[in-house]
């Protein structure tokens, strides 16, 4: 199949990246490119392949769902763009 | 005494061990080093104050009983290390400092060494030249209009031009093992949940691994022994014995089965890369090994594969910079949406945002069958064929690259030709093996070319050992001249 600018424009919504006007051309036929390579896999028949979820031969652990630190709310909010004290601040959001 | 720089590290772990050289010693050496290697672009951050601070106390109070006594080392800058800045070669973390250390560095400095700086990489590790970094393009120093390979190439341009005594790296598709085999120089991809992913940047979750890049195998082995180990905050991480790698380490190959597979021979492949593989295999048979042919019938299909499963992961991490808790924030953007988008947008490079498109799309609503559960199913067939093959072998030896090192820009326009480089390292991310680069020799312009070998899950020894042998044997020497400083 291929990727029209279009369709490409709505991926970009979705992964919340805007795209220049100008450099969609050249996305398209970027992805494109990349696409007919991926697609090589449909020569292969995979009916009966059961899908590879995880390498390990292990299940993942779990552990005991309680707090193991806390209290570090400055560290937290120490690299963040714009905060407010004990706040994350972000552009308006309820009128 | 001579220059200590260009020893391996073994050596300098022995020479600061018999006190001919301390610790304040040798980290002065390397700062005038990479002081004087600003051309090569290897590093993001210094920290030689630290690192200063670090050897004084070390030399104040020795404890020569550690495996890396008073070393100073430069980490790739995908590495969190606490009150240091760490880009992961991107702009959008330009001003992030991690207020928590890596598992796998903190297994280091536990050892006795130190931090002396961060090393360039691509952008989230994507990249397989150095290019796709936002601080610039690192260069070889076996070569002023070379690449260092890619993503570990500030690893790889700092370790072969004496800037750091051995490195790590991380190896998501041939990320350790691509850049030391463009730089003679050895990379170790161990098994995946050797090296604990906690505190990595992450760009491909069930790919990513950690790993050492070295001048000798040796060192590669007291570097993974220093490295890995359980770690509880990562849940893939498996719990086993500790392995003393460098203790263990033996040049006895007698006997072992080495796989030969007949898939690594590729169209247009460099005749100097088969005429290698040929040494190598002599090497090896002559060392008592026995070669056996072999076939892994999906070799392919790994790159294709790989192109789905790796942006769909880097899709799905990568979603958490949206510019309101850590690193860049786009100034415009009217509404919290617009926002994200004008952050996004500003904060990733153009490799980067292909990807996550790449991986958004595969995912998304009525392709993710036609995608992303077909590659689960290839990748499955692909770790099948390793695992066949794994019943009467010991080890696979294949070429570690199809090419040495490429010229600045001369990929950069076609994305699939730069994938391209990493298709004899790719297949074994896709099944968790481990796999190590090796230099073996030289093309006819005198660039290094490495070969690879691969073991079972959890049989890092094993290559190693082989790995070892063919070093003794090999007769490589990476003569690189210092024409940066």
């Not at chain 1, 570090?72 to 407010?84: A, G, T």
């Not at chain 2, 240091?84 to 070669?89: D, I, M, N, S």
Request: charged letters at 25%; a positive charge.
């Amino acid at each position: 199949m291929s990727l029209d600018k279009e369709k490409i424009k709505h991926v970009a919504k979705l992964a919340r990246i805007s795209v220049d006007e100008a450099k969609v051309e050249s996305l398209t036929k970027d992805l494109n490119s990349i696409f007919k390579f991926i697609e090589q896999l449909n020569e292969l028949n995979t009916d009966k392949v059961e899908p590879l979820t995880s390498i390990l031969n292990q299940s993942l652990r779990s552990r005991k769902d309680e707090i193991s630190d806390g209290k570090i709310r400055e560290k937290i909010l120490k690299n963040s763009p714009k905060e407010n004290e004990e706040f994350f601040v972000v552009p308006k959001v309820v009128e | 005494m001579a220059d200590i720089t260009n020893q391996s590290l073994n050596d300098i772990i022995k020479n600061v061990k018999t006190k001919k050289v301390s610790s304040t010693e040798l980290t002065k050496a390397y700062v005038k080093n990479i002081e004087s290697a600003k051309k090569l672009n290897a590093f993001v951050t210094t920290t030689f104050d630290q690192a200063l601070d670090n050897a004084k106390q070390f030399d104040n109070k020795p404890n020569f009983d550690q495996l890396l006594p008073g070393i100073p080392l430069a980490v790739k800058d995908l590495f969190c290390t606490e009150n240091t800045k760490t880009t992961a070669g991107s702009n959008i973390l330009n001003n992030f400092i991690p207020s928590y250390e890596s598992t796998v560095t903190k297994n280091l400095w536990d050892h006795g060494s130190f931090l002396l700086g961060k090393l360039n990489c691509d952008e989230f590790a994507m990249g397989s030249s150095n290019e796709t970094s936002y601080y610039g393009n690192v260069i070889n120093p076996v070569g002023d209009q070379l690449v260092p390979g890619g993503s570990s190439g500030g690893s790889s341009s700092a370790l072969a031009a004496d800037l750091t005594p051995a490195t790590i790296g991380t190896d998501t598709g041939g990320s350790i093992r691509q850049p030391a085999s463009f730089t003679g120089t050895v990379g170790l991809k161990p098994t995946y949940g050797l090296c604990s992913r906690w505190g990595i940047v992450a760009f491909a979750s069930s790919l990513d691994q950690a790993g050492p890049m070295t001048k000798t195998i040796k060192d590669c082995a007291i570097m993974l022994e220093a490295m890995s180990g359980f770690d509880e905050k990562d849940s893939t991480s498996i719990n086993k014995k500790k392995e003393q790698y460098s203790k263990n380490l033996k040049d006895n190959i007698k006997g072992l089965k080495i796989g030969i597979p007949k898939e690594y021979r590729v169209d247009n492949m460099p005749k100097e890369v088969d005429e290698l593989w040929e040494k190598g295999k002599k090497i090896l048979k002559d060392l008592g090994a026995q070669l056996i042919d072999i076939s892994l019938p999906h070799t392919k299909y790994a790159l294709p594969t790989y192109y789905i499963v790796a942006p769909a992961e880097a899709s799905s991490n990568l979603a958490r910079y949206d510019g309101v808790r850590y690193g860049y924030r786009s100034k415009q953007g009217k509404d919290l949406i617009e926002m994200y988008e004008k952050t996004r947008s500003e904060g990733f490079g153009d490799e980067v945002k292909r990807r996550i498109l790449i991986g958004t799309y595969v995912l998304s609503s009525g392709y993710y069958d036609a995608y992303y559960l077909k590659a689960q199913k290839v990748r499955q067939l692909i770790k099948k064929d390793f695992d066949e093959s794994f019943k009467k072998i010991d080890a696979i030896l294949t070429p570690s690259t199809p090419s040495s090192a490429f010229k600045i820009g001369e990929k950069t326009n076609d994305p699939v030709s730069m994938y391209l480089n990493d298709i004899f390292t790719v297949p074994v991310n896709l099944a968790g093996l481990p796999a190590l680069s090796m230099p073996a020799g030289v093309d006819k312009q005198g660039h290094p070319l490495g070969l690879q070998l691969i073991g079972k899950a959890l049989d890092e020894q094993k290559i190693l050992n082989i790995g070892y042998a063919f070093e003794k044997n090999c007769g490589f020497k990476n003569e690189i001249k210092k024409w940066w400083s």
